[in-house]
Structure formats: C-alpha cells, structure tokens
C-alpha cells in the first residue's frame, strides 16, 4: 500500500491556493512518477490539434511508432472541472489519445476516448481519487500504456499490411495510394513530388480565402517552391491584391484572363500567366477579371466544362510545386470546375456563427464533387484566420462549434482545424497589404528595412 500512502502525501501537501503552473509540479509530476512514468515520457504544452494540453504521455519506445495515451488537462483549484470538459475532449479526439484527465487538485475527472467518442469515466473528490488509486495506478499506469499502445500498433500494422496490397492491385493508377500510411495530410503533400493542386474554398464571403491563398503562397514561395495561383473570382481581388492592374496589365498587354483560359479551348496557362517578384517571393498568377461574372452561362453551356481546368493543368507536367486556386464565395460553376481540379481542399473560416454554420455547405460541397469525380478530393484543414486573442470565451465556444459541425458531417470526422500557433491573428498590417499591391512577407520586409515610412520603398519588378 506504499502508492496509497504517497498519493494521500502528495494531495495533503496541495494548497488549495497553488497556482496550475505549481499543480502540475507538485501533483502532476509526482502522480506519472509513482503511476511509472519517466521525463521522456511525457511533453508539456507541445502544440497539438488546436491547442496546448499540458501533459502528453506516450511511453513508446524510441524504435516505435509515437501513440498518444494519456492527456492530462490542469486548472487552478478555484476553477470548475465542467467548464474545461470540452478542452479535454476535444484534444482527446485530435491527439487519437485513448484517456484523460483533468483535475484542478480539489477534484479528478478520468474520460475514455471510445474512438472520437468521449466517455467519462469518473468524477472523483481526493477522498475517492485515493480510494481507487490502485485501480487507477492499473489502467492509467506506464505497464498497461505499454501494453494496450504496443497490441493497437500491432494490430494498425497488420491491418495495414494486409489492406495496402490489396488496394494496390485494385487502384494501380493511383499516386495518391501511398500516403494511406501517412496520417498527416500537410505532411503528405509536402512529400509528394507532384504537383500539389489545392482550391482555396468557403462559400461565405470575407473569411480570409483570398489573404490565405497570397500569404500561404508567398511563404511557400520563400521556402524555394515553384507556387502559381489562379484567381478565379471575378471580384478579382487575388489580382489587384498582388498588384496586377486588370487595364495596364490585362487589358492592354496580353488581353486574356483566367475567362479566355476557361471559355475558349486553345487558350494555354503560359499564354495567361503573369510572373510577379518581390524579393525572394516569386508568384505566377493567372488573373481574374469581372468579364468572368457573364460567363456563368456560357461555362454550364459548354461541353465538359467541368474538366476545362484540369486538362490545362495536366499540360503544364511539373512545372509548379503548388497551385493554389482563389475561389468566389459562392456555389456556382467555377467553383465546381477548380474543385475538380484540385488534389486538396483548404477551408479558411473566422471564429464566429456565420462562417461556422457555413462549413457544413462547404463539407456538403466538397462531398459532392469527391463523389463525382474519380481520385478522391481530401480536405488538408480548417485553417482560422482573423483571430482575436482578447475573445478568449467566444474562440472557446466556436471551436466547440466548429468540433461539432465536423464530427457531425461524414467527411468531417478525419479533418483537422490546423493548430493554434498557426491562426491568423486580425491585424491592420494585413487588412493593409492587398491595397499596397504585395504579399505580408514583403510588407514586412519593408518596414524591417524602412521602417514604417513604407513611401521609401522601391518598386517592387
Ligand atoms: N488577418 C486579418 N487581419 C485583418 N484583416 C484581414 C485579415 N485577413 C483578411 N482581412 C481582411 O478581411 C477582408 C476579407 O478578407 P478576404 O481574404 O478578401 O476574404 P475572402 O477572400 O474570403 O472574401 C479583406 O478586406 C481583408 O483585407
Ligand atoms: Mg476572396
């Protein structure tokens, strides 16, 4: 009964004032140590899913695949266990971590992840958490995580080992078939080496599609990728956003647009592509124009218009590590055409009701096509953009929002909303660059050079 004499010492020795910082020292720490745990079992406050949980604990091996087993949640003492439910639950579900904990050192509560379904198991005061801290030390222990961590990944890796052959011999066309075995979808595009075609795609308007796609190309771009971007929005404001004026360099140069490559059949991507530079982003840029808003008509009339798109893009091989393609905020046929264009969907929302209720349209959408079409269409995330740090309470509530309307949907279980550290934070810098005609990061170069009288800046070629 040594456990339980330790346990009872430790809890003694926890003021009812300690801070969560001083909870997960003299509690937390203490606890995994006597459940068998050592330091390197553990990560604290890594970034996972959408947030930071403070305990990761996974005592696999160095020669085996990483499985998540336990998260630990702390909160102060003075803080309600109910409030931080959904928390848990919600890294429980994107960490695939099968238990939980979260205890503010007065109370325990102990939840089961029964596949994205999140059980909980017990509610317990110190007196009952001492009571049943044997049985606790059995299933939440370093032996058992060893043990049930180690069957799963035996049993993931003769599943797998049998099914991947099998769905070889009857999809030997596909290039996609080998990332079956890659979970993380940014991390197989990275990967692959062909050409990566992602729509940039929400069919609510102002949610940040357009300031993704040029930003997102833009660091792409600077990492040394070969990025292209097709506005096919008739607003056009991809095009005026990076500085393409649509009479000086449209009108009166080539004259042809992302329209004459849609609409008329010998029109090629090189004939329409722009090359832009700012320091070390370089962009090729298909522009849009508003003439594209009178050829709803005339794209529904044509023959196999939904496919215009994707023979042009088979044409130009490899030429491009990624394209991106900058959609209208509607439904309408030019959405559908770059969808099936595309390899991977990225839905770009803000943290409130109406973009959040409209993801279920968009996940309707994307199901749509993925079932029109022949390779599958998979979604790479739900990236948040105009971020408010100070609505704390509100982005909790619509993350729970956006969890919901996911888990709902029969695509949305396996998407992710990309991490926390990676949210577009609402800022003037960025409402500011697509007037100034040039990406964030050559903003930024700017005022790192000049300072913020950005009037000294040389023209960008
Ligand atoms: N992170 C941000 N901070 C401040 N303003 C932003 C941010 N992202 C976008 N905006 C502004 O919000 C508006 C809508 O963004 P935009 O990217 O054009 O959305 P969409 O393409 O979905 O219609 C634009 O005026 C843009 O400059
Ligand atoms: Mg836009």
């Known amino acids: 009964m040594k456990a ?10 926890v003021s009812v004032h300690i801070s969560e910082e001083g909870l997960e020292k003299e509690l937390i720490i203490p606890l995994l140590e006597l459940w068998g745990y050592q330091p390197g079992d553990w990560r604290r406050q890594i970034a996972a899913g959408s947030g930071r949980p403070d305990f990761i604990i996974c005592a ?59 059980i909980c198991l017990a509610h317990l005061d110190k007196k009952a958490f001492v009571d049943k801290f044997n049985i606790l030390s059995k299933i939440l222990g370093r032996q058992t995580c060893l043990l049930i961590t180690r069957q799963l990944q035996s049993l993931h890796r003769s599943f797998h080992a049998k099914l991947y052959p099998r769905l070889r011999q009857i999809f030997p066309e596909s290039r996609q078939i080998g990332s079956l075995l890659l979970p993380d979808p940014l991390q197989t595009s990275l990967k692959e080496t062909k050409t990566v075609i992602i729509t940039v795609f929400n069919n609510k308007g102002g949610v940040g599609k357009t300031t993704t796609t040029i930003n997102v190309a833009a660091a792409l771009s600077k990492l040394g990728k070969r990025v292209l971007l097709i ?72 023959i196999n218009s939904d496919q215009v798109l994707v023979r042009k893009l088979s044409k130009i091989g490899s030429a491009y590590d990624y394209i991106f393609i900058d959609t209208p905020p509607s439904f309408g046929k030019v959405n559908t055409i770059s969808l099936m264009a595309s390899d991977r969907v990225l839905i770009p929302t803000q943290l409130a009701p109406y973009p959040i209720r409209a993801l279920e349209y968009v996940m309707n959408r994307i199901m749509a096509v993925h079932d029109a079409r022949e390779r599958p269409l998979s979604i790479l995330g739900v990236v948040i953009s105009m971020y408010s740090r100070l609505a704390v309470r509100q982005t909790r509530e619509m993350l729970d929002e956006v969890d919901k309307v996911l888990q709902k949907h029969p695509m949305g279980r396996e998407v992710r909303v990309f991490p926390e550290d990676t949210w577009i934070p609402q800022r003037n810098i960025v409402a500011n660059s697509p007037a100034k005609g040039y990406p964030l990061s050559y903003a930024e170069w700017l005022s790192w050079t000049y300072g913020d009288q950005g009037l000294l800046r040389p023209e960008s070629c």
Do not use: C
């Not at 339980?4 to 020795?13: A, E, M, R």
């Not at 971590?97 to 999140?118: A, P, Q, V």
């Not at 095009?239 to 009108?251: A, F, H, K, Q, R």
């Open 60 to 118: 696999n091996g160095m020669d085996e695949p990483h499985m998540n087993y336990l998260i630990i949640e702390v909160k102060a003492p003075k803080k309600k266990l109910k409030n931080h439910t959904w928390q848990l639950g919600t890294y429980l579900r994107q960490t695939h971590s099968i238990f939980g904990l979260l205890t503010n050192g007065l109370e325990f509560e102990i939840y089961y992840n029964n596949n994205l379904e999140i």
């Open 231 to 302: 506005d096919i929005d008739p607003q056009a404001n991809l095009t005026t956003g990076l500085g393409i004026n649509p009479l000086e360099d449209i009108e009166l140069k080539s004259g042809k647009d992302v329209t004459h490559l849609l609409t008329e059949p010998k029109v090629k991507i090189e004939e329409v592509a722009i090359s832009k530079r700012w320091q070390d982003v370089k962009l090729d840029i298909i522009p849009s124009h508003i003439r594209l808003s009178d050829m709803e008509a005339t794209l529904i009339q044509m």
């Open 4 to 13: 339980d004499i330790s346990i009872t010492q430790i809890l003694q020795s």
